[in-house]
C-alpha cells in the first residue's frame, strides 16, 4: 500500500504526507516548491519537515510560477486575492501525471487539485482531502448567518464570484471514495453535498507542543484579546468589530492581526476603542503576541477548523471561537473555550463579557491551557489521518516516533 499525496505550499505544516511517511507507505509528494528538492529560495528555507525525505517529493512548477505575482503584490495591498483556481490547476495537472505513472498507489488528494488525477487510469483508492469548507456551503452560509450581510459591501468570496468552483468540487466528491477533513462543519459540508457521513473521518488539526514561560508576560489588569486571520466577513472580523463596539468592555482590548485585510472591514472599525489593527508578522512576533494574549477570539462563518486555534492554545491563551470552527472538535471544558452562534452580534458579545468576567490577572488557568494543548497534538491529527487512509492501527515502529512528539 503506497500512497500518492498533493497539496499546495506548507498547508497544515506537511502533517497530512508525513502521516504516511513516518510508516514508510508515502510514495510521492506533490507539491509546489519543497526545501532540498532542486532550486533553493532563501525565503522558503522553511517548506520542508525532517518527516518527508526530499527524494520524495515532486515539485509542480507551474503552479509555484502562478504564485509570483501574488507574492509580489500582496507586499503593496493587503487586500490582494491569492490565485486559487489557477494554482490548484497547475497543480492538479503535475498531480495527474505522477499518478498515472503510478496507475496502482493510491491517492490522498487536497480538494481544488485532486480532480484531474482522480480522472486519471489509477486503480488505487481515491481519497479526498477536504481543507475547506465545500464551495456552495460557504455561499449558502454566507447568505444565511451573517447578521451584517449588505451593511457595507464587504469584499465577497472567491466561491461566490466563481461558480465552477463548485463545479469542480462536486466532481471530486462525486470520484471520491472517502474524505478526510479537520472539522464536524466541513464534515456537514461534504454531506450536504452528497457523501454519506460513514465514507468521512473527521481527524481535527492539531498544533506546535506547549510553549511556557518562566514568566509570564501576560499578567496585567485588562483582559487582552487577539484576533488572528484573514480580515474579511468570512472569518467573522466585521461581526467581532460591531460586538466589541457594543459590549463596551472597559477592562480589556483587542488587537487585530491581519495578513489580509478588507477596506471596507478596516473602516469599519476605525474610531472603535480599544482596537489596534497590526499588518502580516513574522512567526516570533505573532508568538510574543499570543504569549500577551489572554483570549484568542475566532469568530468566523466560515472555517475549515482554524489552525490559529491550536497554536494560541500551545501558547496559553483561552479560546473564544464561533460554532463553525473546530473548537467544537477539539474537547475544551467551557470555562477555557468559549462557544458562540456564527455571525450573531449579540451571541459575540456574551462571549466576550463571558471572557471578561472571568478574567484573572494571574491567568492561573494557564497550566490548564497547556495540558490540552499537549493532548491536542499533532501526532494524534497524524493518527486519525492514517485511520481515515485505511491503516492498520499504529504499530511499535509508530509509538517510538511519537515519542518525540
Given at each position: 500500500?503506497?500512497?500518492?499525496?498533493?497539496?499546495?505550499?506548507?498547508?497544515?505544516?506537511?502533517?497530512?504526507?508525513?502521516?504516511?511517511?513516518?510508516?514508510?507507505?508515502?510514495?510521492?509528494?506533490?507539491?509546489?516548491?519543497?526545501?532540498?528538492?532542486?532550486?533553493?529560495?532563501?525565503?522558503?528555507?522553511?517548506?520542508?519537515?525532517?518527516?518527508?525525505?526530499?527524494?520524495?517529493?515532486?515539485?509542480?512548477?507551474?503552479?509555484?510560477?502562478?504564485?509570483?505575482?501574488?507574492?509580489?503584490?500582496?507586499?503593496?495591498?493587503?487586500?490582494?486575492?491569492?490565485?486559487?483556481?489557477?494554482?490548484?490547476?497547475?497543480?492538479?495537472?503535475?498531480?495527474?501525471?505522477?499518478?498515472?505513472?503510478?496507475?496502482?498507489?493510491?491517492?490522498?488528494?487536497?480538494?481544488?487539485?485532486?480532480?484531474?488525477?482522480?480522472?486519471?487510469?489509477?486503480?488505487?483508492?481515491?481519497?479526498?482531502?477536504?481543507?475547506?469548507?465545500?464551495?456552495?456551503?460557504?455561499?449558502?452560509?454566507?447568505?444565511?448567518?451573517?447578521?451584517?450581510?449588505?451593511?457595507?459591501?464587504?469584499?465577497?468570496?472567491?466561491?461566490?464570484?466563481?461558480?465552477?468552483?463548485?463545479?469542480?468540487?462536486?466532481?471530486?466528491?462525486?470520484?471520491?471514495?472517502?474524505?478526510?477533513?479537520?472539522?464536524?462543519?466541513?464534515?456537514?459540508?461534504?454531506?450536504?453535498?452528497?457523501?454519506?457521513?460513514?465514507?468521512?473521518?473527521?481527524?481535527?488539526?492539531?498544533?506546535?507542543?506547549?510553549?511556557?514561560?518562566?514568566?509570564?508576560?501576560?499578567?496585567?489588569?485588562?483582559?487582552?484579546?487577539?484576533?488572528?486571520?484573514?480580515?474579511?466577513?468570512?472569518?467573522?472580523?466585521?461581526?467581532?468589530?460591531?460586538?466589541?463596539?457594543?459590549?463596551?468592555?472597559?477592562?480589556?482590548?483587542?488587537?487585530?492581526?491581519?495578513?489580509?485585510?478588507?477596506?471596507?472591514?478596516?473602516?469599519?472599525?476605525?474610531?472603535?476603542?480599544?482596537?489596534?489593527?497590526?499588518?502580516?508578522?513574522?512567526?516570533?512576533?505573532?508568538?510574543?503576541?499570543?504569549?500577551?494574549?489572554?483570549?484568542?477570539?475566532?469568530?468566523?462563518?466560515?472555517?475549515?477548523?482554524?489552525?490559529?486555534?491550536?497554536?494560541?492554545?500551545?501558547?496559553?491563551?483561552?479560546?473564544?471561537?464561533?460554532?463553525?470552527?473546530?473548537?467544537?472538535?477539539?474537547?475544551?471544558?467551557?470555562?477555557?473555550?468559549?462557544?458562540?452562534?456564527?455571525?450573531?452580534?449579540?451571541?459575540?458579545?456574551?462571549?466576550?463579557?463571558?471572557?471578561v468576567d472571568t478574567y484573572d490577572h494571574r491567568r492561573s488557568y494557564r497550566e490548564a491551557l497547556?495540558?490540552?494543548?499537549?493532548?491536542?497534538?499533532?501526532?494524534?491529527?497524524?493518527?486519525?489521518?492514517?485511520?481515515?487512509?485505511?491503516?492498520?492501527?499504529?504499530?511499535?515502529?509508530?509509538?517510538?516516533?511519537?515519542?518525540?512528539?
Amino acid at each position: 500500500m503506497n500512497f500518492v499525496v498533493g497539496h499546495n505550499r506548507d498547508r497544515d505544516s506537511y502533517q497530512v504526507p508525513a502521516a504516511l511517511a513516518e510508516v514508510s507507505v508515502l510514495d510521492t509528494f506533490v507539491t509546489d516548491y519543497y526545501e532540498g528538492r532542486g532550486f533553493s529560495v532563501p525565503t522558503l528555507s522553511h517548506r520542508r519537515t525532517p518527516l518527508i525525505e526530499p527524494s520524495r517529493v515532486r515539485q509542480s512548477f507551474g503552479a509555484f510560477a502562478a504564485q509570483l505575482p501574488y507574492e509580489v503584490k500582496r507586499r503593496i495591498s493587503r487586500s490582494v486575492d491569492f490565485p486559487t483556481v489557477l494554482v490548484e490547476a497547475r497543480l492538479g495537472a503535475t498531480i495527474a501525471r505522477v499518478a498515472a505513472q503510478k496507475p496502482e498507489a493510491d491517492l490522498l488528494l487536497y480538494s481544488g487539485s485532486a480532480l484531474q488525477a482522480f480522472q486519471g487510469p489509477s486503480t488505487g483508492r481515491r481519497i479526498l482531502f477536504q481543507y475547506h469548507v465545500s464551495p456552495q456551503f460557504i455561499v449558502d452560509t454566507l447568505s444565511s448567518v451573517d447578521e451584517l450581510a449588505g451593511t457595507r459591501p464587504w469584499q465577497r468570496e472567491a466561491e461566490v464570484l466563481d461558480p465552477s468552483m463548485q463545479r469542480l468540487h462536486e466532481e471530486e466528491v462525486r470520484l471520491a471514495d472517502s474524505a478526510i477533513c479537520a472539522s464536524t462543519f466541513t464534515k456537514n459540508g461534504l454531506i450536504r453535498q452528497g457523501m454519506g457521513g460513514e465514507d468521512i473521518t473527521v481527524a481535527p488539526y492539531g498544533g506546535p507542543p506547549a510553549v511556557r514561560t518562566i514568566e509570564d508576560p501576560a499578567r496585567g489588569e485588562k483582559c487582552s484579546c487577539l484576533f488572528v486571520g484573514q480580515g474579511v466577513a468570512r472569518k467573522g472580523l466585521h461581526i467581532l468589530i460591531e460586538a466589541w463596539r457594543r459590549a463596551c468592555l472597559k477592562n480589556a482590548d483587542l488587537t487585530i492581526v491581519a495578513s489580509r485585510l478588507d477596506p471596507e472591514i478596516a473602516d469599519f472599525g476605525r474610531n472603535v476603542p480599544n482596537i489596534r489593527f497590526v499588518g502580516r508578522l513574522s512567526e516570533e512576533e505573532l508568538s510574543r503576541h499570543m504569549k500577551v494574549a489572554d483570549t484568542l477570539v475566532l469568530p468566523s462563518l466560515i472555517e475549515g477548523f482554524g489552525l490559529v486555534l491550536g497554536e494560541g492554545l500551545s501558547r496559553g491563551c483561552r479560546i473564544l471561537a464561533s460554532s463553525h470552527t473546530g473548537l467544537v472538535d477539539m474537547g475544551l471544558p467551557e470555562d477555557l473555550g468559549v462557544v458562540v452562534d456564527p455571525g450573531s452580534v449579540s451571541s459575540l458579545v456574551e462571549g466576550l463579557q463571558r471572557i471578561v468576567d472571568t478574567y484573572d490577572h494571574r491567568r492561573s488557568y494557564r497550566e490548564a491551557l497547556f495540558e490540552h494543548s499537549e493532548r491536542l497534538s499533532w501526532g494524534g491529527f497524524r493518527r486519525k489521518v492514517r485511520q481515515g487512509a485505511g491503516l492498520p492501527m499504529d504499530t511499535g515502529h509508530t509509538a517510538a516516533v511519537r515519542k518525540g512528539e
